[in-house]
């Protein structure tokens, strides 16, 4: 994993030091992601959102999906437009701060998943369910 050095002393940190520490922990996590669903896309429902399907109508229960190697959590929602069904990205923006030129921005964005009949890059049909791995059960193997 890529990391941020640091030295003792006066260190400047810098808006692109920032942006690399948040780019390193996206990219590992992405990677583990990758390898703990298998797929190079890392597309998967990791935990709850259990979908139930009606006519006209999804619902779903609140959970864990990871789109593109991003981990989101989910709200339990009810969509009661037709399908197809997709997942979408959510952002909200928050944190305002007043810069040195007295306008204001916000500084944190957060991001959820969400389900839509809009179309987006990631149908819910091309998400797989992974199983948790139980770590109660880990198998020992004896080699002698």
């Not at 797929?39 to 429902?45: C, K, Y």
């Not at 006209?56 to 989101?72: D, M, P």
């Not at 770590?135 to 004896?142: K, P, Y």
């Amino acid at each position: 994993m890529d990391k941020f050095l640091t030295y003792p002393g006066k260190q400047p940190v810098y808006l692109g030091d920032i942006n690399f520490m948040q780019s390193a922990a996206r990219d590992a996590f992405q990677n583990l992601m990758k390898a703990y669903t298998g797929r190079a896309d890392a597309n998967a429902i990791l935990y709850g959102v259990d979908i139930t399907y009606a006519l006209n109508s999804i619902s779903w229960t609140a959970g864990v999906v990871c789109i593109a190697g991003e981990i989101l959590p989910i709200e339990a929602g009810i969509l009661t437009s037709g399908s197809p069904y997709y997942f979408d990205i959510v952002s909200t923006a928050g944190g305002q701060r007043t810069m040195g030129d007295g306008t204001t921005k916000s500084c944190w964005e957060e991001r959820a998943a969400t389900i839509t009949s809009t179309v987006t890059d990631y149908p819910i049909s091309s998400f797989k369910r992974v199983s948790p791995v139980d770590t109660a059960t880990a198998r020992v193997h004896n080699f002698d």
